[in-house]
Each structure stands twice: as structure tokens, then as C-alpha cells.
């Protein structure tokens, strides 16, 4: 487990260090999914993971305006030799502990439904998994979705 990387809320500068390294993170072409608006609007609700001053892992997400109960969950990454250290779950946990304090009690997530090790996680953190969502960003961009309704101790933040 990653202990030591120190977990804060993103700024907007935080954007450039990101969108820098999440296509190598990816090995595609996935930094479009990903545009500075996310830092510009949602920093204070997106978390940085920070390891001997360098970047580990980030999570952008925010408090929906729309829906008052709703979280989202819009890109999570972890430095490739940090994967399966545990990160992406502090991440997580550290998301959704801050959601609730802000009087949330559902969080949502989308993935491509070939992102396998995507679904397996997402499972694993206690979201429902739904089939695929025909058509979901637009014709023939279907999407898995995640959501998880958060009880009153259905989180455990790790150290």
C-alpha cells in the first residue's frame, strides 16, 4: 500500500503536471477526455496523490449541482508502477468521505465496457455495476455506469 503519498485537493495548475502524463499513464490517447475545465471548475472537489514530490495518482470529480444527493467520479489515474498499491482506493475513499460530509449519498461512474480491470475495481469498492448503456455519449458510445449509495458506514478511510 502507498502510505506515504500525501493526498490533497487539485488546483487549477494542477492541470498541466496531469494532462502531461495520463496518455503515457494510458499508453493511448485519452488526455480528450480530460480538458482544463475539470481544473478550472471542480479542483477543490478533485484530489492529487503526491509521492517524494512527484505525482502518483489524481482523481477529478465533483459535487453535482444539478443533482444534490449525486457525486461523480470523472478520471481517476495512478502512476503505472503504483497500480495495485492500494492508491486508487484512497483516492476513492477519500472522495467519497468528502462527498458525504457534504451531504451526499450517491456517487456515479462511467467506463468503456472493455476497461475490465475498470468494472473489477469498481465492483470491488461496493458500486452497482450496469450492463452496458447503448448509445450513452453519443451513437455507438456505449458506457458501463457505477453507482453506489453511500450508508452511514459504508466507508473506511486507510491511512
Same mark, same amino acid.
Given at each position: 500500500m502507498v502510505d506515504d503519498a500525501r493526498l490533497r485537493p487539485a488546483m487549477d495548475d494542477d492541470y498541466d503536471a496531469v494532462v502531461a502524463?495520463?496518455?503515457? %499513464? %494510458? /499508453? @493511448? =490517447?485519452?488526455?480528450?477526455?480530460? !480538458? @482544463?475545465?475539470?481544473?478550472? #471548475?471542480?479542483? /477543490? =472537489?478533485? &484530489?492529487?496523490?503526491? @509521492?517524494?514530490?512527484? &505525482?502518483?495518482?489524481? &482523481?477529478? /470529480?465533483?459535487?453535482? !449541482?444539478?443533482? !444534490?444527493?449525486?457525486?461523480?467520479? #470523472?478520471?481517476?489515474?495512478?502512476h503505472p508502477q503504483l497500480r495495485g498499491s492500494g492508491l486508487a482506493r484512497r483516492l476513492y475513499q477519500r472522495f467519497i468521505a468528502d462527498a458525504r460530509a457534504d451531504g451526499r449519498t450517491v456517487i456515479k461512474?462511467?467506463?468503456? !465496457? /472493455?476497461?475490465t480491470n475498470s468494472i473489477a475495481f469498481h465492483a470491488a469498492m461496493g458500486f452497482v455495476v450496469h450492463d452496458r448503456t447503448a448509445d450513452y455519449n453519443g451513437p455507438g458510445r456505449d458506457m458501463v455506469t457505477f453507482v453506489r449509495t453511500l450508508g452511514p458506514s459504508s466507508v473506511r478511510l486507510s491511512p
Open positions: 502524463v495520463v496518455d503515457s %499513464w %494510458w /499508453g @493511448r =490517447t485519452v488526455s480528450a477526455s480530460l !480538458p @482544463r475545465l475539470f481544473f478550472d #471548475h471542480f479542483a /477543490g =472537489t478533485s &484530489l492529487i496523490a503526491e @509521492r517524494d514530490s512527484a &505525482l502518483a495518482g489524481f &482523481l477529478v /470529480g465533483f459535487r453535482s !449541482p444539478d443533482q !444534490p444527493a449525486e457525486a461523480y467520479i #470523472h478520471f481517476v489515474g495512478v461512474a462511467i467506463t468503456s !465496457p /472493455g476497461n
